[in-house]
């Protein structure tokens, strides 16, 4: 079952969606071989009576909880998700009960895994992550060939943070190419300040009334005469 694709943000594309490693089925495989031998033994000793339908019982019991684990643990396998997109790295798991982990490609600080000799052999590991904030160091069991999800990852976040300063000069660029405009003055501050200056004596009267018909959009008006007598 792979990521549901309708969970994505944006523009936000799957880099890497994977299931864990088989080795997360090993011990369940292992146990079902052992309950099964232990369980045709319990069959096949015999008896009469009630220890008979006891060891009986209980060989079937065994061999039936043996199958129910292994199909917990395939079904755990299967609905398991460990996945790395363009902006997050996406830990899934679990059917009817779900738990979930994301972390930012940009809080991740550092990626290291571990192997030991039987986890080498069926290449699986366990991948720790440290990223800021209160999460801390996340471990993921059982990463399918872990060193190369971890190379994965740190190409994930390169490419995450070339993108992040595209469009932070993308932006500063838009900002430069359109500078805000210039407030205009309004024909009332122009008024006001020519009848500053007319006050202060730096216009004349006709002056004045020149340039205010000009602001207005009234044809000049000569200057007043004196008072007829």
């Known amino acids: 079952m792979g990521y549901d694709v309708k ?42 009576g009630w220890f008979n339908t006891i060891t009986s019982w209980a060989g079937v019991l065994l061999i039936v909880a043996a199958l129910l684990h292994l199909a917990q643990r395939f079904v755990k396998w299967y ?14 798991e679990g059917i009817v009960s779900k738990r979930g982990i994301e972390i930012p490609l940009d809080r991740i600080n550092t990626i290291f895994f571990h192997q030991r000799l039987i986890e080498r052999l069926f290449g699986a590991g366990t991948l720790h ?30 490419d ?27 024909v009332a501050d122009e008024l006001a300040k020519l009848a500053s200056l007319h006050e202060a004596g730096h216009l004349t009267e006709a002056e004045f009334l020149r340039q205010k018909a000009v602001l207005l959009g009234t044809p000049d008006q000569p200057p007043p005469g004196p008072p007829g007598v």
Request: charged share 20%.
């Open 7 to 48: 969970l994505l943000y944006g523009d936000e594309q799957i880099v890497l969606d994977t299931h864990p490693s088989w080795i997360m089925m090993l011990r369940s495989v292992l146990y079902v071989l052992g309950a099964t031998v232990a369980g045709v033994v319990l069959l096949r000793l015999g008896g009469d």
């Open 79 to 92: 609905s398991t998700n460990f996945v790395i997109t363009t902006e997050r790295c996406i830990y899934r």
């Open 129 to 158: 992550i440290e990223s800021a904030g209160e999460m801390g160091i996340q471990k993921f069991k059982d990463v399918r060939d872990p060193m190369a999800v971890q190379n994965t990852l740190y190409q994930a976040m390169e």
């Open 160 to 186: 995450n943070q070339t993108r992040n300063y595209e469009r932070m000069g993308a932006s500063a660029a838009g900002a430069v190419a359109s500078p805000q405009p210039e407030a205009v003055p309004s």
